[in-house]
């Protein structure tokens, strides 16, 4: 299982982009790169996934590097509410026994 | 997206008392869940992965007799927390693998509080 190292927290300013980039430096093969939102006393909630290149969707995008060994998610014009951790995984399900194992996440807080 | 769903959100229970916590997945079938806990401010941690029809396969150092998972149906587990003690108190939240099988749905979790 491919285990991640991201920033323990990040700060930023409502209106700024966010990029917070997470290191799978023994990702394999078949892992896709998921990220996911937590707010406190909530489940995470999906954002996006990816197995290389360049993904975008409504509220963000994930770059992979041709190595696969890290990726970056990228908030766009982040707000308060954006304030919350992010956790990137990996994994795969294709294989069977696909379960995801939390690294510590990344504290984002916007600031007004 | 994929639709997962606890409930309770939260129980309140007596220590030496067992409680169980559904985990349902809405609008698709899901072969394999996995129950987590995480403790305030710190991040998720695996519990247990459950399969639809076999035992569940537990994390080193969970105890499978006081976490008891159930995979009944294709949409429903169950972690019944056994003989709570107030050590236990803790946000369960459990997931599913969703229909592409590389996506994980997570629920919104269930606040355990043992007095």
């Known amino acids: 299982l491919a285990k991640t190292t991201q920033p323990i927290s990040m700060d930023s300013y409502e209106g700024q982009e966010v990029n917070i980039t997470c290191s799978h430096n023994n990702i394999a093969t078949n892992d896709y790169i998921t990220w996911y939102q937590q707010f406190p006393s909530q489940g995470p909630r999906f954002i996006i996934q990816g197995y290389k290149t360049k993904v975008t969707n409504e509220v963000a995008s994930l770059f992979i590097p041709a190595d696969r060994k890290s990726s970056t998610l990228s908030l766009p014009r982040v707000s308060l509410s954006d304030t919350a951790v992010y956790y990137c995984l990996v994994g795969d399900g294709n294989t069977g026994g696909f379960k995801t194992i939390f690294g510590a996440g990344t504290r984002l807080f916007v600031k007004a | 997206g994929a639709v997962v769903s606890q409930h309770p959100s939260w129980v309140i229970c007596k220590s030496g008392t067992s409680v169980k916590i559904e985990c349902r997945s809405l609008d698709f079938q899901a072969t394999t869940m996995f129950w987590y806990r995480q403790f305030p401010k710190q991040s998720l941690m695996l519990m247990a992965t459950?399969?639809?029809?076999?035992?569940?396969?537990?994390e080193q150092g969970v105890e499978k007799d006081k976490f008891l998972i159930n995979h009944a149906s294709l949409t429903l587990s169950t972690l019944t927390v056994t003989s709570a003690h107030p050590e236990d108190s803790s946000f369960y939240i459990c997931?599913?693998?969703?229909?592409?099988?590389?996506?994980?749905?997570f629920g919104e979790g269930s606040w355990l509080t043992v007095v």
């Open positions: 997931s599913a693998a969703g229909p592409s099988g590389n996506t994980i749905y």
């Open positions: 459950s399969n639809e029809g076999s035992k569940a396969t537990y």
